[in-house]
């Protein structure tokens, strides 16, 4: 298994566990590869690392938990994608603010393909208004979803700098 530099180590990727861009996130047009991880620690956030960039993550996380669901549609069928709508969660940037997340466009993964993309819905379509309601709110995973997120332990903090 390759093995690959990211913010929180090296780790080894399974070929099922890459995920291509079907549709490139918007600004990182150039970025097309990534891997899933999971800080147990951390709850239910997940990391989107690039495998093209090894220091860009992005925090993402089930919909659900931000009580939002996303209308069925033409380019959206929640059958289809076997894994729940992730938002891009912006961390606080000063003690007392709260996490917010960009509810109009989650990414999606097909877990059939390997693929994801950033699906931007119009507002009407977006059912919830993004306030975090916690883990509880979301559905029980599905192992091949589970299955190609990678669980890592962060680096040590003398090791961060290294």
């Not at 890592?152 to 003398?158: A, D, I, K, T, Y």
């Amino acid at each position: 298994m390759p093995v690959y530099a990211t913010r929180l180590g090296l780790v080894e990727v399974a070929d099922s566990q890459r995920w291509t861009c079907s549709l490139p996130i918007a600004g990182f047009e150039d970025l097309r590869e990534f891997v899933l991880m999971h800080v147990p620690a951390q709850g239910p956030f997940l990391w989107l690392q690039s495998l093209d960039l090894p220091e860009l993550a992005f925090v993402l996380c089930d919909a659900a938990c931000f009580g939002l669901r996303y209308a069925a549609g033409a380019e959206y069928e929640p059958e289809h994608f076997l894994a729940p709508p992730c938002v891009l969660v912006m961390l606080p940037q000063q003690a007392g603010e709260s996490l917010r997340v960009h509810r109009q466009a989650p990414v999606l993964f097909d877990v059939r393909d390997n693929t994801l993309r950033q699906q931007v819905f119009e507002p009407e379509h977006v059912l919830g208004d993004g306030a975090w309601v916690g883990p509880a709110a979301c559905a029980p995973v599905n192992p091949a979803w589970a299955e190609r997120i990678i669980s890592v332990q962060p680096r040590p903090p003398e090791a961060a700098g290294a």
